[in-house]
């Protein structure tokens, strides 16, 4: 199956010279000039990748990649002229997982994408190895199979980097995970950005899963606790 990659940059030249890189290393390639365009074309089908520019006429690079996190977690690429760490930082916490800085080699960033979709597969999820079958926990089920969740007999939809992380949770609970730990174990060992990303997961399954007893291990991290006998 073929990758389809959404450009969203508003330099012609760039868009002919990416798309032309990209299309000979036999990816399908769309493009857009504004990201308002963009989120309108992909409210049906969304794209296997993103590729986007920070300056952009209207809705920046920088909310078009929130609005992209609140329902995937497919790959996204910054490209920006800007090269200040602060805004490499910023888009990697708005949830990138690349940050490329113009002007740059078509070829580098081909390399990127090849890295990127080697870790993620099309839908998205991270390609970790799971063990078919069920985990349970309590009242927590995960389907390693299908990478559903179901917690107090209703499923609960969940993004792939949040099953990801109850999955490390379920299979080591009681045991104390620190941020950075978990930030390389859900993100990747090469994720630069900050560890606040940890924290707002952390706060999503808590909200999805009401009663799960994540407890806040103070000044380091998270752990999942379950007490055998009591079965919670």
């Not at 929130?66 to 949830?95: C, Y």
């Not at 090849?114 to 839908?123: A, E, G």
Request: hydrophobic content about 35%; glycine content about 6%; aromatic content about 10%.
């Amino acid at each position: 199956m073929r990758h389809h990659i959404y450009i969203v940059e508003d330099d012609p030249n760039i868009q002919d010279i990416v798309t032309a890189y990209l299309k000979k290393e036999g990816y399908d390639v769309s493009v857009a000039d504004s990201a308002e365009q963009a989120w309108e074309q992909t409210r049906k089908a969304s794209p296997d990748m993103w590729i986007l520019d920070i300056m952009l006429p209207g809705m920046d690079g920088y909310e078009l990649c929130k609005k992209i996190r609140q329902d995937s977690e497919v790959p996204i690429i910054i490209i920006s002229a800007k090269d200040d760490e602060v805004d490499k930082i910023l888009g990697l916490e708005l949830g990138s997982d690349d940050y490329l800085t113009k002007p740059f080699s078509p070829r580098e960033l081909v390399a990127r994408v090849k890295r990127l979709f080697k870790r993620v597969d099309v839908s998205g999820t991270q390609t970790h190895p799971a063990s078919s079958g069920e985990l349970s926990l309590g009242e927590l089920k995960l389907n390693t199979e299908e990478r559903t969740v179901f917690w107090q007999g209703i499923e609960v939809e969940v993004t792939a980097k949040e099953y990801d992380m109850l999955q490390i949770f379920v299979r080591n609970h009681n045991r104390a995970f620190a941020r950075d730990e978990l930030l390389s174990l859900v993100w990747g060992e090469d994720y630069f950005g900050s560890d606040r990303a940890v924290d707002d997961l952390i706060k999503r399954l808590r909200k999805k899963l009401d009663g799960l007893p994540i407890e806040t291990v103070w000044g380091y991290g998270y752990r999942l606790r379950y007490n055998e006998e009591d079965g919670k």
